[in-house]
């Protein structure tokens, strides 16, 4: 099966720190995109960042950047400087030859005051 | 413009009944699916348009599950014969094409219980 891995059920953060939430997935396509998805309570997926897998350098959109080790099947979000906004439930996802996405079982971040 | 959106936002059903559900596209989206989250675990696949036609409902659970989408645009879910097995959040989302490259918008979805 191709499966996206999220170990870690839960994190917290402090307020203005960094965190980084980690996944893996297995795939035996060559050419895939994979995201980070955040859910808050009012249950809307939206997407945080994207990443092709046939690009090295790795994916950031302001806060928010990506480590992704396509040998090592990893690829996992930091954010920084922690907003209490930033409390969510955060999904890693993978998409390939077929249209939908894969998703991970999901993190849930707290951001402490 | 608007985003994706889904009504009801919540619904209440008895065990053995019938629901719809429905999804509003982002307009000029020619690509439509529907996932379905249960408690605590990510959203599941079940079924994307292409315009009109199902182009893969491999993840549909059985037959008592069925989508349609008439004009291309607006989709319906239904639902044969619920069972508790069957409460969840269903989302729906939508993208400009099937492309790789085309994100998918998501909706807040419908929270589905049955009792």
């Known amino acids: 099966a191709q499966t996206v891995t999220q170990s870690q059920p839960e994190m917290s953060v402090q307020e203005a720190e960094t965190v980084t939430l980690s996944c893996t997935y297995d795939t035996s396509e060559s050419d895939y995109y994979l995201f980070w998805y955040k859910q808050p309570p009012s249950r809307q997926m939206i997407l945080v960042i994207r990443?092709?897998?046939?690009?090295?350098q790795n994916a950031t959109e302001n806060r928010f950047s990506v480590n992704f080790q396509k040998a090592a099947k990893s690829f996992s979000l930091k954010i920084s400087d922690s907003q209490l906004g930033d409390a969510a439930m955060y999904f890693c996802?993978?998409?390939?030859?077929?249209?939908?996405?894969?998703f991970g079982k999901g993190m849930k971040l707290t951001v402490n005051p | 413009g608007a985003g994706v959106s889904q009504t009801p936002s919540n619904k209440v059903t008895e065990k053995g009944k019938y629901v719809e559900l429905r999804c509003d596209p982002i307009s000029g989206h020619t690509a439509l699916y529907w996932y379905r989250q249960s408690l605590g675990q990510g959203p599941e696949f079940l079924i994307y348009f292409q315009g009109t036609g199902a182009a893969d409902d491999s993840g549909l659970p059985n037959d008592r599950f069925f989508a349609v989408r008439p004009e291309g645009s607006v989709s319906t879910l239904k639902i044969q014969r619920t069972e508790r097995g069957d409460s969840a959040v269903y989302l729906c989302?939508?993208?400009?094409?099937?492309?790789?490259?085309?994100?998918?918008?998501f909706g807040p979805g419908t929270r589905l219980t049955v009792l």
């Open positions: 990443q092709e897998a046939y690009k090295q």
């Open positions: 989302a939508s993208s400009l094409g099937t492309g790789v490259t085309d994100t998918q918008y």
């Open positions: 996802a993978r998409q390939g030859g077929s249209e939908k996405l894969v």
